[in-house]
């Protein structure tokens, strides 16, 4: 069997269609809506995410605010910007881009952002409403995966669904909506004793990980959907420098039914979604 790709930025253009739509309706009721992006220092990745959020909000007619700071900057003058832009009716959305500096205590910056515009869903608040199964605002990258089993008429429901990784950002919030469809789950990650004997029995597998390619053809249940959300830059052989996923993609598609590639499968998911939460907020900020 060869793996049908699912194919992250096709999706994505006809979903960002629609927002683009949205945004236009809520700027002419006057409520144009608008996320504002926290940089703090000079990581080179960070800065490239963060660009491309900044182009996709102009790409929908979402107004965008950027604020960068000096990596040495003290932590109380990022939070007093927060509590301005928590107050600032322009802004539906606030998002501070990880990792921050290590005089920054990261969980007390994201609990400074309101809840109401965490529009990345990593708010306390949000992921307690998340684990409850009533989400106000979903992170980013779990949305964008489960838009993208939705778009593909995966049906989840008492599938075994395994998720490698538990990370607050990806694993975990990816578990509880799988949970919330009704698949049974496991979660995996660096001490469980023989990963593939999990992997080998997943109908559904979402790698996110970061180890390039360490999920091979040999640990996918023949036909199983395979989602990859890693994001790994290859440093030796002749793709040093190219991006690469978790999974071995060139085995696993011979396995599985569906799967994802690295670029261009999760990775502009991720960034639909953040435009998605932050239309939905303006949404609930018109409607109120
Ligand atoms: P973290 O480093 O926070 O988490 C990685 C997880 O993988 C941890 O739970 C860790 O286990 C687990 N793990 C590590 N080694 C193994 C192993 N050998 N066997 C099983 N589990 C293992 O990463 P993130 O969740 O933030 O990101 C994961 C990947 O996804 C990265 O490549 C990142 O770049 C990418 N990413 C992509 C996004 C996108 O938009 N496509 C968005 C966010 C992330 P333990 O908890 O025990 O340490």
């Known amino acids: 069997m060869t793996a049908k790709i699912l194919d992250g930025n096709a999706l994505s253009a006809t979903?960002?269609?629609?927002?683009?739509?949205?945004?236009?309706?809520?700027?002419a009721q006057g409520c144009r809506p608008g996320l504002a992006v926290i940089l703090v220092g000079e990581n080179p990745a960070s800065q490239v995410y963060?660009?491309?959020?900044?182009?996709?909000?102009?790409?929908?007619?979402v107004h965008s605010e950027k604020y960068e700071f000096p990596a040495d900057t003290p932590p109380e003058k990022v939070l007093s910007r927060i509590a301005a832009l928590n107050a600032d009716p322009k802004i539906h959305g606030i998002l501070v881009q990880l990792p921050l500096p290590p005089q920054f205590d990261e969980n007390a910056v994201l609990e400074a952002v309101s809840p109401e515009k965490d529009v990345?869903?990593?708010?306390?608040?949000?992921?307690?409403?998340?684990?409850?199964?009533?989400?106000?605002f979903i992170s980013c990258t779990p949305y964008g995966v489960m838009e993208m089993l939705r778009a593909e008429g995966v049906?989840?429901?008492?599938?075994?669904?395994?998720v490698v990784g538990r990370s607050n950002i990806v694993g975990k919030p990816m578990a509880l909506l799988l949970i919330?469809?009704?698949?049974?789950?496991?979660?995996?990650h660096s001490q469980t004793r023989d990963l593939a004997f999990h992997?080998?029995?997943a109908d559904v597998l979402i790698c996110a990980i970061g180890k390039p390619k360490m999920i091979t053809g040999d640990m996918i249940k023949p036909g199983a959907v395979v989602?990859?959300?890693?994001?790994?830059?290859?440093?030796t052989g002749p793709d040093a420098g190219k991006l690469c996923g978790d999974v071995d993609f060139a085995s696993a598609r011979e396995?599985?039914?569906l799967i994802t590639p690295v670029p261009g499968g999760v990775g502009p998911m991720t960034i639909t979604m953040l435009l998605a939460n932050t239309i939905e907020s303006a949404d609930r900020a018109a409607g109120k």
């Open 255 to 257: 396995v599985a039914s």
């Open 199 to 201: 992997t080998r029995r």
């Open 227 to 235: 989602i990859d959300v890693g994001i790994n830059r290859l440093q």
């Open 155 to 162: 049906s989840l429901r008492g599938k075994e669904a395994v």
């Open 120 to 136: 990345d869903g990593f708010h306390a608040e949000n992921v307690g409403l998340l684990a409850q199964g009533n989400p106000r």
């Open 50 to 61: 963060v660009r491309n959020k900044i182009k996709a909000c102009e790409a929908v007619g």
């Open 15 to 27: 979903l960002r269609q629609s927002l683009h739509e949205r945004a236009a309706a809520l700027a």
């Open 180 to 188: 919330g469809a009704s698949a049974t789950v496991t979660v995996c």
